[in-house]
């Protein structure tokens, strides 16, 4: 309607339709009330976009934190892996020198009875 002229009324219901529109547009109180609103819906939407763009940004470090949790997460889940990887290592070098120990510990054990058998025949011999 903001637009429209008495050439674009077509029929009689149009044309009366047209001069109303006309009148308010030629009115001075319905022109300041438009330009008000108009001005008051403006500034609610800048409002509404300054309110987006806070809302993003309060999102992106949300998400920004979010990521750098999971990512210190990762690198410590990766550090304790590694800890308990040593720990398995250690742990099979120490049962690998137990092991060793006990066969010469047992090797050791024969050539004390050796020894003591040596020991027993030569006691017997100077007897």
């Known amino acids: 309607m903001e637009n429209t002229t008495q050439t674009n009324a077509v029929n009689d219901t149009l044309k009366d339709i047209q001069k109303m529109v006309d009148i308010v547009k030629r009115d001075g109180e319905v022109s300041l009330s438009y ?11 800048e409002k509404g976009q300054e309110a987006e763009r806070k809302n993003t940004e309060r999102e992106r470090q949300r998400a920004d934190s979010a990521e750098k949790a999971r990512d210190e997460a990762k690198k410590e889940r990766d550090e304790a892996e590694n800890v308990r990887d040593e720990a398995e290592k250690a742990r099979m070098i120490a049962e690998e020198e137990k092991i060793e120990a006990q066969k010469k510990t ?4 024969k050539r004390v009875a050796e020894l ?12």
């Open 106 to 109: 047992a090797e050791a054990l």
């Open 35 to 45: 330009m008000k609103g108009f001005e008051r819906d403006t500034i609610m939407y």
């Open 116 to 127: 003591e058998k040596i020991l027993q025949c030569k006691t017997a011999e100077i007897k």
